[in-house]
């Protein structure tokens, strides 16, 4: 009998084409199967470092971002009152012209008046250099409402940090111990990585107030009060303290434990004793007599005293050695028990020190010690989110690496490694620049790594040079800025007033935003002369969010498979521990709507302003566009925005003249480059000689710089010294016992802000986004919404139970700045007094080119309309920012609420009004 053939296996395209994933922040590498020159298939590219082919929802559902409906055509001005979503179409031409017209005067008197703020734009390299070519020190990205506090307590403490700056040692790791991750950040390599730990039997231990994704999967869950992050970890370190298990020898050699403290009373006690040529000092073992850290086979002496001076490791011993720091007296705090806390102490003190391994491989270290093998702890740690969105998340995100340091277990086999261009110090970073002249740009980047009062971005009348007060006495050290404080400045006109606000993919007025509903109000609000707060306000995106109301100019921005993108070393790049990595996107389809890639229209405005740097000597454009720009664009002679296929002739690596066939090369190759590090310089990368040369090679850094892991942070005790009353600089008197408590040179731990209304609202209130969502597009696409297209307030048993709570039921949940009314479901594994959703599921009405009656617009909900920007304690007259104090990330998770049981209902509320379309509804991709 004659069978019918069937095609088991169609093909899916005519041509495929490869780049890079847009749809988190992994970067992950992709295949893009074209049919008839549309995109018909996304999988992922298995020749790829980052993903090894894996991809998750996000990256395969790429292809509906490329025929959303909610894509915006047409550069759009503004024509009615904002928020009415009343807009002209026009051209380029006028828009870019309208929008000249708006900066050029603000350039020419006063700068500052431009604010420039991007969401995750994932090309920061080219929008800072932009911002300090135009000369406003206005300019931040998304990163203090993201992970700040990760990153300044990673780059103070070990000089890089968790999730991009590096990784844990997937192959050799026995422990591993995630603390407050989120799902949606690094999601492909983590699984990677768990499924490789889990394959060979290692342990997972998960420590996080909510049981899902991760932390479902893991051996051990501690479900942990939020905010508490840090008192558990320092219980730890009580704990190895206690028992004796601390790796001493990695802590005499690598870290600045064993360096000497000046113990005199006055304006330099707690600062490093240094010699006459300002070298921090140590006492070396073999002589007992003071040395400099970095002098050639100097034994440093952890526990000795000079003149009165202790060490670093002295002063530790002290302090966590303390009965505050005892798992008993930190237990019911936590929300863990005693017995649980030392158990897991045992556990790490075991697998460190019983099962060390070591690598048969020589290395020379900074002082010329040659060592012959590589021995390491088998221990290692992931961080996220979770850690850092408190008002305490600093100084638990440093006690994190304190725990990591003690271990021995940071760039060593097993541990936590990190990733180029990282390590490098707080030192090696710029400081931050900040003083606008009309005219000029900028002396230097705006963005960078304090190291003491002198450097904060002050006016000569002490008040904040920026206007979302990054890097003042509020919040010295807050290397990302202040993103959620830009609107609920400008428009208090604190420190000052701004004309135009420049914003993009930055959705401010719906979940990228605390106290989301008056910051609406904030956008449209006007003065007693009838002209709104802010004046102008522009923006670009490549969908109709919830921010497109309400600007007067809206420039469209592509879709990724529509544009050049480069991820860079010089930003946010691709690395892996052993190699430096970099990758491209590039236009795998055009776009069928006038739209513009945002970087190369950023170029095209640089160059009608006529900024340095953006114009050859005869005026015109220095740069075709933004493909141009990452071909022939050099910070530094011979090093540009890619390491790959660099000089004329595509040989160099690293550092080289401009090739002009360069992007072709990257396509060539799946749109990725690695440079390799040498076996030699695999680990102990801030100390090896080996790596500190390579680095050099490649131009990560000009110099070889090792450096100490900073257990002691003298930045931070600058701060506290000022604080205290020593040296010119002074805070203003109502931030002083703040400035005492947060700068604090060792990692501590105290209460995160809202403890006060704790008896009021006893509940603490989480968001995190889930693995299939990362932007807040995500739940505009089509295929991602039949995988979470609503959202629960999640309750614990003991609430849900205690309230007679039923399926179908709604709550109401009050904070001090507010009440919402939301749909709720019963969860177990969760903290006890704890409750939880996932972030930017709910949309505003017609928001996104979605039907009226979605569910995540009728349905869905936001925590942000309780969160407020400011601290709810404001009784000396001061607005303080809901943030922590050392960085200014945004305290999201420091939210307290009540929760109230109201039965069913078929809508949350609060239910604005929906937005006026601003693209026609239901038109779709031609």
């Not at 290395?363 to 012959?372: A, K, P, S, Y």
């Not at 060593?412 to 990190?418: K, N």
Request: hydrophobic share 40%; proline share 8%; net charge neutral.
């Amino acid at each position: 009998m004659n069978q019918p053939s069937i095609a088991t296996s169609p093909a899916v395209s005519d041509e495929m084409r490869q780049t890079t994933c847009y749809m988190c922040a992994c970067r992950c590498g992709i295949n893009v199967h074209l049919k008839s020159g549309r995109v018909s298939y996304i999988e992922g590219n298995r020749n790829h470092p980052v993903n090894r082919g894996v991809l998750c929802a996000k990256g395969a559902s790429g292809i509906m971002q490329v025929t959303a409906p909610s894509r915006l055509r047409n550069p759009l001005r503004r024509v009615g009152p904002r928020g009415s979503g009343a807009f002209e179409e026009i051209s380029w031409d006028e828009a870019l012209n309208l929008a000249v017209s708006w900066m050029k005067p603000l350039r020419e008197t006063a700068p500052e008046k431009l604010a420039f703020f991007t969401g995750r734009d994932q090309s920061q390299a080219l929008t800072s250099w932009w911002a300090q070519a135009f000369g406003t020190p206005n300019y931040a990205a998304h990163g203090g409402f993201c992970s700040v506090n990760m990153a300044a307590g990673g780059i103070y403490t070990i000089g890089g940090a968790f999730w991009e700056f590096g990784q844990p040692d997937w192959e050799r790791t026995k422990l591993f111990v995630l603390f407050g991750v989120a799902e949606d950040h690094d999601s492909n390599p983590i699984k990677i990585g768990l499924g490789k730990l889990k394959s060979r039997g290692a342990r997972v231990v998960g420590v996080n107030p909510i049981r899902s994704g991760y932390n479902a999967i893991a051996d051990d869950w501690f479900g942990i009060t939020p905010g508490t992050d840090g008192l558990l970890i320092l219980a730890l370190v009580h704990c190895l303290f206690e028992a004796g298990k601390i790796d001493l020898d990695y802590l005499a050699r690598f870290t600045n434990a064993p360096l000497l403290l000046d113990a005199t009373e006055g304006p330099g006690k707690g600062l490093f004793l240094r010699n006459a040529d300002g070298a921090p000092l140590v006492i070396d073992r073999k002589s007992g007599a003071p040395a400099p850290w970095n002098g050639q086979g100097v034994e440093p002496d952890l526990g000795a005293t000079w003149q009165g001076a202790r060490t670093v490791f002295q002063h530790m011993a002290e302090r966590y050695l303390s009965p505050e720091y005892a798992p008993e007296a930190v237990a019911d705090r936590c929300g863990i028990a005693a017995g649980r806390i030392r158990a897991l102490a045992a556990e790490l003190a075991r697998v460190a020190f019983d099962e060390a391994i070591e690598i048969a491989q020589p290395w020379t270290d900074f002082r010329g010690v040659r060592h012959q093998k590589m021995p390491g702890r088998p221990v290692s740690f992931h961080a996220m989110r979770g850690i850092s969105a408190h008002s305490n998340g600093f100084q638990t995100a440093r006690a994190l690496h304190l725990l990591q340091i003690i271990l021995g277990a940071v760039e060593t086999p097993g541990g936590y490694r990190l990733k180029p261009p990282y390590p490098k110090p707080a030192e090696a970073h710029p400081v931050p620049h900040f003083m606008a002249e009309p005219g000029k740009p900028l002396g230097g980047p705006h963005l960078g790594y304090v190291r003491s009062p002198e450097q904060l971005a002050l006016k000569p009348d002490g008040t904040p040079a920026r206007i979302d007060k990054a890097f003042s006495w509020e919040n010295p050290l807050s290397a990302h800025g202040l993103m959620h404080m830009v609107i609920a400045n400008a428009h208090a006109g604190d420190p000052y007033r701004i004309d135009t606000l420049f914003l993009y993919m930055a959705n401010m007025a719906w979940n990228s935003s605390m106290n989301t509903a008056r910051v609406m109000e904030m956008l449209t609000d006007t003065g007693a002369d009838g002209e709104y707060v802010i004046p102008r306000i522009i923006y670009s995106d490549a969908y109709a969010s919830e921010m497109v109301a309400y600007a007067d100019l809206i420039l469209p921005d592509t879709t990724y498979l529509e544009r050049h993108d480069c991820i860079s070393l010089l930003d946010r790049p691709i690395s892996e521990p052993d190699a430096a990595g970099d990758s491209i996107r590039w236009p795998v389809i055009e776009p069928d709507r006038d739209v513009r890639g945002f970087q190369s229209v950023l170029l095209d405005l640089g160059a009608r302003l006529a900024l340095p740097g953006m114009v050859a000597e005869d005026g015109s454009p220095k740069y075709r566009d933004y493909a141009d720009y990452i071909v022939n664009h050099q910070r530094r002679p011979g090093v540009g925005s890619l390491i790959g296929w660099r000089g004329a002739d595509g040989t160099k690596e690293g550092r080289g003249e401009p090739n002009p066939d360069q992007l072709a090369r990257y396509i060539e190759n799946g749109s990725f480059y690695q440079a390799h590090i040498p076996e030699e310089a695999q680990f102990y990368k801030p100390w090896n000689a080996a790596y500190q040369d390579w680095a050099v090679k490649i131009g990560l850094y000009d110099t070889p710089q090792p450096y100490l892991f900073a257990l002691w942070s003298e930045p931070l005790r600058r701060f506290q010294l000022a604080a205290e009353g020593h040296g010119a600089a002074q805070p203003p008197e109502h931030l002083r016992a703040q400035l005492q408590l947060a700068m604090d040179p060792l990692p501590i731990w105290y209460a995160p802000f809202g403890e006060a209304e704790a008896a009021e609202y006893p509940v603490h209130a989480l968001t995190q986004r889930p693995m299939d969502m990362y932007h807040s597009w995500g739940s505009q696409n089509a295929w991602l919404r039949q995988i979470r297209g609503r959202n629960f307030l999640y309750l614990p048993t003991k609430i849900w139970a205690a309230q007679g709570f039923c399926e179908g039921d709604y709550a109401r949940v009050t904070s001090p700045n507010g009440a919402i009314l939301v749909p709720v479901a019963h969860m177990p594994a969760l903290n006890e007094n704890t409750v939880w959703t996932w972030n930017a599921i709910g949309k505003r009405k017609a928001a996104w080119a979605l039907d009226d009656a979605a569910s995540e617009a009728k349905e869905g909900f936001l925590l942000n309309h309780l969160i407020s920007e400011l601290q709810t304690e404001q009784t000396d007259g001061h607005r303080r920012t809901n943030s922590d104090p050392v960085t200014g990330q945004a305290a999201w998770f420091d939210l307290r609420v009540r929760i109230e049981r109201v039965g069913p209902r078929d809508h949350a509320e609060p239910a604005f009004p929906p937005l006026p379309r601003v693209v026609p509804k239901g038109r779709t991709r031609a």
